[in-house]
């Protein structure tokens, strides 16, 4: 859509009411001819208000999509050294939900090497179908190579929705994929919804956490989402019951401007997201020095310690144990928050813990509308009392 200049019907007279009705002083008249600027809000004032005919708005022609041609739920199954990235599993999960509204397969796209077994284990977990490209030069990732197999899968499968982990390797490879076949992406994604004609609800936090935007792209297919970790769940591995489709690899579908010379392998770091228990910390706390009473609370539950995102900032804690939309996405059996007010941020990060246990001194803190259990009252009195009542216990 966008606004069309019929040269022809305007002159310095109609030019000068056209500018004198724009509220952004988006157009301008040089040399004979009208034009507007990017400081343009398509108000469409002067086209109501203005010389008849002399701007029109022009809808553009919406693409129109076979939604028939398309079909299917596929996951993307990261993997790394044949071992299949836990995300895939819940996005199996999830794929199998999303199908089940409009009695479609589940599919797995997998890509590496000696991946045999990881392709069986995809089976276990729910798809009806794992397409797999193997080959030597998929043991390591490589963008472009990995963006040819998977722009291949899209167009011989013509899956309808395609779920990808919102991993460092997943944000990676998603938007290069989704650029090639000129699909939409839509990143982090907290929910999603199938309507019954295929189109995917694609929610996600947005302005900050102030919305939900639920977001549908009913006129392209595939349709592109990433997934933190941990949002959904793993389904119970179950016995394989689809089949296994190898893909030819083909020459060309190796070639990219990228070459590994060698790997070095990262030491293990933090990782919050696996933690079965975690004690976050937040504002409550009055200084540096009181860490040490949560560690405390953490070492005697045997639990990861965690904070929001003013610790970090203020250079308190290690960026790796910040929960919330900037940070990681955990599901803890239990999370104790200490101190923490509960914004929608830090929220959507932990808000699928089994057990959330809440310490504020704030009866109306927003962290109480989504835990469990609450105390009401002063941190300092009532960690080193939940201390000692787990001394006791054990």
């Known amino acids: 859509m966008g606004l069309l200049i019929h040269e022809e019907k305007i002159n310095e007279e109609s030019a ?60 993307f199954a990261e993997q790394t050294e044949g071992r299949i990235h836990p995300v895939s599993y819940e996005l199996l999960g999830k794929a199998k939900e999303l199908a ?39 043991r390591h990732f490589l963008i472009s190579p990995y963006a040819n197999a998977f722009t291949d899968f899209i167009e011989k499968v013509k899956p309808s929705s ?80 689809g089949k296994i489709i190898r893909m030819p690899v083909i020459k060309e579908m190796l070639r990219g401007g990228t070459k590994i010379l060698d790997v070095t392998k990262k030491p293990e770091e933090i990782d919050i997201s696996d933690a079965e228990m975690i004690v976050a910390v937040g504002r409550g706390l009055r200084a540096k020095e009181d860490i040490a009473l949560a560690a405390e609370l953490a070492e005697a539950l045997g639990a990861q310690l965690a904070c929001t995102r003013p610790m970090v900032e203020a250079g308190w804690f290690d960026p790796r144990r910040q929960i919330g939309l900037s940070g990681r996405t955990v599901k803890p059996k239990l999370i104790i928050t200490l101190g923490i007010s509960g914004s929608v941020q830090f929220a959507a990060g932990m808000r699928t813990s089994e057990r959330i246990i809440a310490v504020n001194n704030d009866p109306n803190a927003s962290i109480f509308n989504i835990a469990h259990d609450g105390f009401v009252g002063d941190l300092y009195e009532i960690v080193p009392e939940l201390i000692r009542m787990i001394g006791e216990e054990k």
């Open 162 to 241: 395609i779920l990808v982990g919102a991993t460092p390797l997943g944000r990676s490879l998603a938007p290069k994929a989704a650029c090639r076949v000129r699909a939409g992406l839509t990143a982090d994604c907290t929910m999603l919804e199938m309507k019954e004609n295929t189109d995917l609800v694609q929610i996600r936090p947005a302005f900050g956490g102030n919305i939900m935007a639920r977001i549908i792209t009913p006129n392209t297919r595939p349709q592109f989402c990433t997934v933190r970790y941990k949002i959904f769940s793993a389904p119970e591995r179950g016995e394989a019951a």
């Open 16 to 75: 000068a009411a056209l500018i004198k009705l724009c509220p952004f002083g988006a157009l301008s008249y040089e040399n004979g001819k009208l034009s507007v600027s990017p400081a343009c809000r398509m108000c469409r004032l002067y086209i109501r208000k203005g010389p008849a005919g002399a701007i029109t708005f022009e809808e553009e022609a919406k693409p129109v999509c076979d939604k028939s041609a398309w079909r299917g739920v596929a996951v």
């Open 100 to 138: 089940h509204v409009t009695g479609d397969p589940v599919y797995a796209l997998l890509i590496g090497d000696d991946i045999s077994e990881a392709a069986g284990e995809l089976l276990r977990y729910g798809a009806d179908r794992v397409y797999v490209y193997e080959d030597p030069a998929f």
